[in-house]
C-alpha cells in the first residue's frame, strides 16, 4: 500500500472510467453473443479481442490508481444493449461508443490538468493515443459493411478476415 498521492477529484474521474472500460467490456461480450447467435464466428472473435483490450484497459487504470496510493471503488456496470438487426447495425453502435469513450477520455485528461498532475496527464495520453487507433479500426469495418456488404457472401468474406485477429496485450502508459 502506498502513501494517497493523488487528487480526490481525479481518483473518483479515474474510478468513473474504470467503470466505463468494464461496461464496454460487458457491451462487447454482449455482441460477441449476438455473433454467436448469428453464427458469424470471426466477427464473434473480433469482439472477443475486443473484450480482452478493454479488460486490460480497465486493469491498467485499476493498477495506475492502486499504485499513485488511490482507493479503487467498483460500481455497479450497467446492462448492455442484447439485440441488433445487422452486423452493421453491431458496428454502428461500436463506433458511437467508442466516440464516447474518447470524449471520456478527454474529459478524463481535463480533470488531470486541472488538478496539475502530469504524472496522471502524460499516463492517460497512451488511452487517448489508443481511442485513435480503435476508432480507426472499427471505422474501417464499418467501411467495408457500408460500402461493399450488401450480400451474404460479402458478410461471409469479412467474416474470413476478422476471424484473423488476434489480442496482444498492450503495454500501458
Ligand atoms: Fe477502452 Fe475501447 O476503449
Not at 33 to 57: C, D, P, S
Amino acid at each position: 500500500m502506498t502513501d494517497k498521492d493523488i487528487n480526490e477529484k481525479l481518483e473518483k474521474a479515474i474510478n468513473d472510467q474504470i467503470n466505463a472500460e468494464f461496461y464496454s467490456e460487458y457491451f462487447y461480450l454482449s455482441m460477441y453473443a449476438y455473433f454467436e447467435r448469428m453464427n458469424l464466428q470471426g466477427f464473434k472473435n473480433w469482439m472477443n479481442v475486443q473484450m480482452q483490450e478493454e479488460h486490460a484497459h480497465a486493469m491498467g487504470l485499476f493498477e495506475y490508481l492502486q499504485e499513485r496510493g488511490g482507493k479503487v471503488v467498483l460500481e455497479a456496470i450497467e446492462k448492455p444493449k442484447t439485440d441488433w438487426s445487422s452486423p452493421r447495425e453491431v458496428f454502428e453502435d461500436v463506433l458511437k461508443h467508442e466516440q464516447l469513450v474518447t470524449s471520456k477520455i478527454n474529459a478524463l485528461l481535463d480533470v488531470a490538468e486541472d488538478v496539475h498532475d502530469r504524472a496522471a496527464v502524460s499516463f492517460l495520453d497512451w488511452y487517448l493515443k489508443e481511442q485513435v487507433e480503435e476508432e480507426a479500426n472499427v471505422g474501417n469495418v464499418l467501411k467495408t459493411l457500408n460500402l461493399v456488404c450488401d450480400d451474404k457472401q460479402c458478410l461471409f468474406m469479412l467474416d474470413k478476415e476478422l476471424a484473423s485477429r488476434t489480442f496482444t496485450a498492450p503495454v500501458i502508459g
